[in-house]
């Protein structure tokens, strides 16, 4: 696969990831609570997908750097807020658990992808 057939491919799956978000967000019985992590896991996820393709049109190396660095923080950010779910028992699903196991493999890709560059 080339960069670029991976890349796109990323893309997609990034994209995916947040639609997959928003839409187990739409299913969370709503609260107080489920409201504000509604808001920051969404925010989070759709940004994953968003600034990756951000750093797909990185001009330079250091663009590339400051743009997946923003892709890793997301990232793990929405892990932090899908884990906060499961732990408080607000939701058990088997949509959480995919959700969970997928944000964990983009961040490994993007944490991976950071380190290469960083050398």
Do not use: H
């Not at 996820?45 to 990185?58: L, Q």
């Not at 932090?80 to 890709?109: M, P």
């Amino acid at each position: 696969m080339t960069n670029e057939e991976f890349n796109e491919y990323f893309r997609k799956r990034t994209k995916t990831f947040a639609v997959g978000a928003i839409n187990f967000c739409d299913k969370l019985a709503p609260s107080q609570t489920t409201s504000v992590i509604i808001y920051q896991l969404c925010k989070s996820a759709t940004s994953v997908g968003a600034n990756y393709r951000a750093f797909c049109r990185g001009r330079s190396k250091r663009e590339l750097y400051s743009k997946i660095c923003i892709v890793v923080e997301e990232a793990d950010e929405s892990l932090y807020w899908l884990e906060v779910i499961l732990d408080s028992g607000k939701d058990n699903s088997q949509g959480l658990q995919s959700l969970i196991q997928e944000a964990t493999e983009i961040l490994k890709v993007v944490a991976k992808t950071k380190s290469s560059l960083e050398g």
